[in-house]
């Protein structure tokens, strides 16, 4: 086989809790050891949305006893590591029991990102706990955060989402996936840095993580990007009496499906548009079940999209 795929795993293949997400991996973990079983080389790279804000909320609890508060980029580093940790330790023993003993390394990842990149102007990723208008005020006048109402439950900080532009650790990663590891890495995005004159620094903000996962397969040159999520194919008029399963979608298509707002902003949306990254620079792309995965690669399920 030894093709090298790149999983981008949906929130669904993780859970809200520590205990739901170590339950979860289990089938998470036998299905990605059985690739590896199969032949494939595995990069995997995975959500954090839940993860990262539990632990920013709690140290914004933590803070209010007067104590410190935790950076973002901390909490996502944090985020990558017990993440990592659960996948790693699932994976490692799952391929054990199918009588395989390759290693499986997770790796905390910063991304690079344009200090001028324009949502720097226009934060609209909802982090951390909620709040009353009088203390979203008093989070603007003492620390400088961008606080906007969300839907009617009170009032959250946002911070911007830019677009990847390098991952730093890129190089080890390579080294790790041509000697034989299975490896996690660019967890949630990967942790936002800019480059200073100083070096680089870490940014409050959140990549999106099947744009992250479109250039990590991109520089890795991967046979192909498997985004895994919660359905078997992308379809069009979603939820509604004619609704259609999408087999292929050519760049074309997609292209005039997103002109016509069929995928939702919060999460068909990227992955589409990380999808359509990879495919031009001349990688295949599949939007598929994390169920599914082993049928996606041979073409027996999924999206595939071409150009």
């Known amino acids: 086989m030894n093709q090298t795929i790149v999983l981008a795993l949906g929130g669904n293949a993780l859970g809200n809790t520590p205990y739901e997400q170590k339950e979860l991996i289990l089938k998470t973990a036998s299905i990605i050891a059985g690739l590896v079983v199969e032949g494939y080389k595995v990069v995997l790279t995975h959500g954090n949305g839940p993860q990262v804000g539990m632990i920013n909320n709690a140290f914004d609890a933590f803070a209010q006893t007067g104590k ?5 980029p901390e909490c996502g580093a ?13 994976i490692q023993n799952a ?62 900080r946002v911070v911007a989402s830019p677009k990847p532009q390098a991952i730093v650790e890129i190089n080890s990663i390579k080294c790790l996936v041509n000697n034989g590891f299975v490896v996690i890495c660019s967890g949630g995005g990967g942790v936002p840095v800019i480059q ?77 548009e990380a999808a359509l990254q990879f495919v031009s620079n001349g990688g295949e792309a599949v939007i598929a079940s994390l169920s599914k995965a082993q049928q996606a690669l041979k073409g027996e399920s999924g999206t595939k999209i071409i150009l």
């Not at 410190?68 to 973002?72: A, G, K, L, N, Y």
């Not at 990149?117 to 005020?137: R, Y």
């Not at 499906?257 to 995928?263: D, G, M, V």
């Open 95 to 156: 391929l054990k029991q199918q009588g395989n003993n390759k290693g499986v390394v997770s790796l905390i990842t910063q991304v690079l990102v344009d200090k001028n990149d324009a949502a720097f102007n226009n934060p609209t990723k909802p982090i951390g706990s909620f709040c009353t208008l009088e203390e979203a005020k008093i989070l603007e006048a003492q620390k400088g955060f961008s606080m906007v109402e969300d839907s009617g439950r009170g009032y959250r």
């Open 78 to 90: 944090m985020s990558q590591g017990y993440i990592g940790y659960h996948l790693q330790n699932a």
């Open 196 to 272: 200073t004159e100083s070096g680089l620094e870490g940014v409050p903000a959140v990549i999106d993580k099947d744009f992250a996962a479109a250039l990590l397969a991109k520089e890795i040159e991967a046979d192909k990007l498997l985004i895994l999520t919660a359905v078997d194919y992308v379809s069009i008029n979603f939820g509604k009496p004619n609704q259609t399963e999408v087999k292929t979608m050519t760049k074309a298509q997609a292209e005039e499906y997103i002109n016509q707002n069929q995928f939702a902003k919060g999460s068909m949306l990227p992955k589409v």
């Open 68 to 72: 410190t508060d935790m950076p973002f």
